[in-house]
């Protein structure tokens, strides 16, 4: 009973983090060191607490009661090139032609979680950590940063805490099932561009969230023969119903509404051990980002003489193809590393500082040290743009951000965006 406490203990105190911070599209960067470290291809290896998000199955492959915890902390760098915005009647908006440099702080992103074989048939588990999120910030000042029109500081994030169940069917087939319950937060910061108008330079911040949401994992695992695993993990939108306010900060101050569905996510792989010591997987990830083409925030009265503001996104589906191998060198020592390519959901027409991601590619490396009854694992990654984005002056959120706030005709903007970021991931794990 004193180690179900300490569990449901450790799940209240890791739901108290709502303001934790992300960086780039809203995603994953891994969840536990061992699958950072491999690239995220892990459906067909799951075994450990985080199986309840990358292939709930997998925990029919523990066969004692094992509790891990862990930390990823994520280092970011964005930087947006020669920034050239120019209003409705071409006035260029100073200043003209700077690069910005994104502010953020080092993020951390906690996570933790359990397994407890019930028989020689079912397994439980349970985890808490973040699916997918985002912090940006940028120079809040206009005066040095012409930018801050569009937006200098957006977060968006998910918290979930997810119970599973898995059967095992026979020696060979495995299925689970978990259900996520989660809070979502949503927010951004942003200045005023309406030069003439009492408004002009003033701050219109958002602060949104949705009380308590839901969504599902199932997956399969199936071992056709000794050395091939095959995992299929299925992860299902969300529904959200976010309220909170926006305001006109010292001017005016408004209840607000939107919807903004997460995505539902296909993840597949096959792994091939041809030996004992070494692993080989392969996965394929599918996300429906077309879910997010477009959300209205809904005001309960009026805010600047509109009741309501429309945002289109129109959001491509994306497909990220992940590598992983491991090597266990000695009884104390594996080595583990990764590679996975992450194509931007985000067309040029809708991009905007607010979620200023692109192409990129992801290198990952890592170790676990086995002490008997713990083990740790270490992962580092480092995330990196395939080559600079070019805006020029076709993105419809940008060129709105500097419009006539009487004729709504707006300007155009032209920037080059690059980025990279590094991450680093420690999971403890303990089988009693």
Known sequence: MKRFQLYLLSFFILMCFPLVSFSGNVD??????????????????????????????????????????????????????????????????????????????????????FVIPLNDKFTFGFATYVPYGLHIKWDSNNLSNA?????????????????????KISDKLSVGFGV????????????????????????????????????YNIGIMYKP???????????????????????VV???SVGATTSIDHPDQIQGGIRFTPTDKISLEADVLWTRWDLVDQYTLHFDRPLLNK???????NWENTTQYKFGAEWKASKLLTLRAGYYYDPSPIPTETFDLLWPDGNKSTYCGGLGLNFGKISVDLAAQ???????RHIRGDSEELNG?????????????????YGHLWGYALTVNYKF
Do not use: C, H, W
């Not at 300007?411 to 965006?417: F, M, P, R």
């Open 147 to 167: 930018g801050a029109y569009n937006s200098f500081e957006s977060y968006y994030m998910r918290v979930v805490a997810t119970p599973t169940i898995a059967y």
């Open 28 to 113: 994953t960067f891994g969840i536990g060191a061992k699958a950072t470290a491999l690239g995220g291809a892990y459906s067909a290896y799951a075994d450990g607490p985080f199986a309840v998000y990358y292939n709930p199955a997998g925990l029919t492959q523990i066969k004692k009661p094992m509790a891990s915890a862990g930390l990823e902390i994520m280092n970011p760098s964005l930087k947006v090139y020669d920034y050239k915005a120019k209003d409705s009647n071409s006035n260029e908006v100073q200043p003209y032609d700077k690069t910005l440099t994104d502010t953020s702080p080092t993020l951390f992103i906690p996570s933790a979680g």
């Open 180 to 215: 996520s319950i989660g809070r979502s937060y949503s927010g951004s910061q942003k200045r005023i561009y309406a030069p003439g108008t009492p408004y002009n330079n003033k701050v219109i911040k958002g602060t949104l969230m949705d009380a308590i949401n839901y969504s």
């Open 401 to 417: 951000s500097y419009s006539n706030p009487v004729t709504g005709q707006p300007g155009s903007v032209s920037a080059k965006t």
């Open 382 to 388: 480092y995330i990196v743009a395939t080559s600079k």
């Open 225 to 247: 023969i000794k050395q091939i695993t095959l995992g299929l993990t299925y992860r299902s939108k969300t529904n959200t119903n976010f309220s909170g306010t926006v305001e």
């Open 250 to 252: 010292g001017v005016q």
């Open 307 to 313: 009741t309501k503001e429309k945002y289109d996104r």
